[in-house]
């Protein structure tokens, strides 16, 4: 992973993040780590930190293949580490680094335990719940909202995804040939 950020890429972030760049850069590469560790383990490459006071608080990894459940997002881990040894209070003081965008059942729920700010990689163009699909962190109900911050790595998140899919669609069954389909449509 590149350890400096392309200069024609720093234009496209947000301005919150580039007033900070070396502090948050710091906590996304640590967010990267853990989406690589998924990879090498066939999870889908999604690892996130929470970080409070300066200090990673609890970190995650998506873990749905390997445990069949579909709510075990990286997101999900990260919250339940903090809340093993710490109280559900610290969150509203704490920010959220995720490769990618949060769905929008992590959102929802990030929203519920009141995060500052979420920064994550890439956007999530099927079930993104802040901005891409959904607005969950920003919408009006009755819990606060929350300030949410796309594209810091988002090439690298990218690619760890890009580099999964790869990975899937070799193990995955060949296709019979294209002839024995169609003889199939005919019959
Ligand atoms: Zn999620």
């Known amino acids: 992973m590149d350890e400096e950020l392309a200069l024609e890429s720093l234009d496209e972030l947000p301005a919150e993040v580039r007033l900070n760049l070396p502090f948050h850069s710091r906590f996304m590469r640590e967010a990267l780590q853990m989406a690589e560790k998924a990879l090498t383990i066939g999870e889908t490459p999604v690892g996130c930190v929470i970080v409070h006071e300066g200090a990673v608080v609890g970190s995650g990894m998506n873990d749905t293949n390997k445990s069949l459940n579909g709510t075990r997002h990286a997101e999900f881990l990260a919250i339940t580490g903090v809340l093993c040894s710490h109280s559900p209070d610290i969150l509203r003081f704490a920010d ?89 449509l005919l019959t």
């Open 96 to 184: 959220l680094y995720v490769t990618v965008e949060p769905c929008i059942m992590c959102a929802s729920a990030l929203r519920q335990y009141g995060i500052r700010n979420v920064f994550f990689g890439c956007g999530n163009e099927r079930f993104g719940g802040t901005g891409t699909v959904l607005s969950v962190h920003a919408d009006a109900t009755l819990d606060a909202p929350y300030k949410s911050y796309g594209g810091l790595y988002r090439k690298e998140a990218i690619n760890l995804l890009r580099r999964f899919y790869i990975q899937e669609n070799k193990k995955a069954p060949r296709p019979r040939p294209k002839r024995e389909r169609e003889l199939n």
